[in-house]
């Protein structure tokens, strides 16, 4: 066997909470009584939610790839995998993804409440969010992932590319914005 792959290629730096994010900019924007004045702070704040969001989805995808590059890889261990003979439970294991699918669903309403303005995720959000619960759950959350060939692989994603992902994750990482990885998500959704 080789000498290994990692866990993570370097993502771990720029991935926030999304959860504890967006509670801790809606408390801010709740705590005002007057409508007018919840409506300015979420106009501040709305491209930053959406910033937020486009990284973890980001972060999905280089995951994603991720797998189908390790996948091209001969057997190896895969390194410094921090799940590694944790418990599962599944819904820790998916709770973030869980409210970001949530969040899909609610932040065109406070668009519209807030702003007046309509606002539609493209429906590949759902695809990628979808895919990525999927990986977390059939993986069991990678608390068995041993080597490269253990990682399963969600039903439906493209998998012809996979050997040049590794140089896609390097340029995102190296540019530490994972939002840049949303620009690929056509190679693995359908």
Partial sequence: MAEGLEFDPGFAPYILAFQGT?????????RFKNLSQRKTKFRQYYKKILDVFNNNLGFYVGCLMWA?????????????????????????????????????????????????????FDESVSKI???YKEFLTINRGFIESVTNTDILLPEGLKTE?????????????????LSKLLEYKDLIIE
Avoid at 71 to 95: D, F, P
Avoid at 96 to 117: A, R, S
């Fill in 22 to 30: 967006l509670n801790y900019l809606y408390t801010d924007i709740n």
């Fill in 68 to 120: 189908e590059y390790i996948k091209t890889q001969e057997e190896q261990e895969i390194l410094n995998n921090h799940c590694m003979g944790g418990r599962y439970n599944e819904e820790e294991n998916t709770v973030e993804t869980d409210y970001m699918i949530n969040f899909v669903n609610l932040f065109p309403k406070d668009m519209k409440y807030f702003l007046g303005e309509t606002y539609e």
């Fill in 161 to 177: 590319n996979a050997k040049s992902f590794k140089e896609i994750i390097e340029k995102a990482i190296e540019e530490k914005d």
């Fill in 129 to 131: 969010l979808n895919a």
